[in-house]
């Protein structure tokens, strides 16, 4: 039996909904992190593919390079990512995170796990924990097509 499609509809908006809940309850699990989410991403960005230009960074988080360089300076500012010159163009920079960068991002992503993983484990019961588990495949197949 297929399912309706005004179900359907329904599930989409409410897991809309509860999945911009969830990642603000995430955000909340580090309140110390005084990164916006613009900051965040490009940091995020920095350290999992490494150095960057600055217009390699704005095209990717699809920003103006005045926006981006706006985020970069505060990040700079704030010692989390430092200026080097281009390998092979000496008329560009590239931005590389640095180990404070690193360590902020590695205690934000452990403080938000660590809420989510306490909250599975003490809110689901084993059978909804299974559930929860498959239903992960499931989303990851959505997010790849």
Same mark, same amino acid.
């Not at 969830?22 to 909340?28: E, N, P, Q, W």
């Not at 990164?35 to 995020?44: G, M, R």
């Given at each position: 039996?297929?399912?309706? %499609?005004?179900?359907? =509809?329904?599930?989409?908006?409410?897991?809309?909904?509860?999945?911009?809940?969830?990642? *603000?309850?995430?955000?909340?699990?580090?309140?110390?992190?005084?990164?916006?989410?613009?900051?965040?991403?490009? $940091?995020?960005?920095?350290?999992?593919?490494?150095?960057?230009?600055? =217009? =390699?960074?704005? %095209?990717?988080?699809?920003?103006?390079?005045?926006?981006?360089?706006?985020?970069? +300076? =505060?990040?700079?500012?704030?010692?989390?990512?430092? *200026? +080097?010159?281009?390998?092979?163009? +000496?008329? /560009?920079?590239?931005?590389?995170?640095?180990?404070? +960068?690193?360590?902020?991002?590695?205690?934000? %992503?452990?403080?938000?796990?660590?809420?989510?993983?306490?909250? &599975?484990?003490?809110?689901?019961?084993?059978?909804? /924990?299974?559930?929860? &588990?498959?239903?992960?495949?499931? $989303?990851?197949?959505?997010?790849?097509?």
């Amino acid at each position: 039996m297929d399912t309706d %499609r005004e179900d359907l =509809a329904a599930t989409v908006s409410e897991l809309h909904q509860l999945l911009g809940q969830l990642m *603000r309850r995430m955000r909340a699990a580090h309140e110390g992190a005084a990164l916006t989410l613009s900051q965040a991403a490009v $940091l995020y960005r920095l350290v999992a593919e490494g150095p960057h230009t600055p =217009a =390699a960074l704005a %095209r990717a988080e699809r920003v103006r390079p005045q926006s981006m360089g706006a985020t970069l +300076g =505060a990040l700079e500012e704030q010692g989390l990512v430092v *200026r +080097g010159r281009h390998p092979t163009d +000496g008329r /560009q920079v590239v931005m590389t995170p640095t180990e404070a +960068g690193s360590r902020l991002l590695e205690e934000i %992503r452990s403080a938000k796990e660590g809420w989510l993983l306490d909250a &599975i484990a003490t809110r689901l019961d084993p059978d909804e /924990q299974r559930t929860l &588990i498959a239903s992960v495949a499931l $989303l990851r197949r959505l997010v790849e097509s």
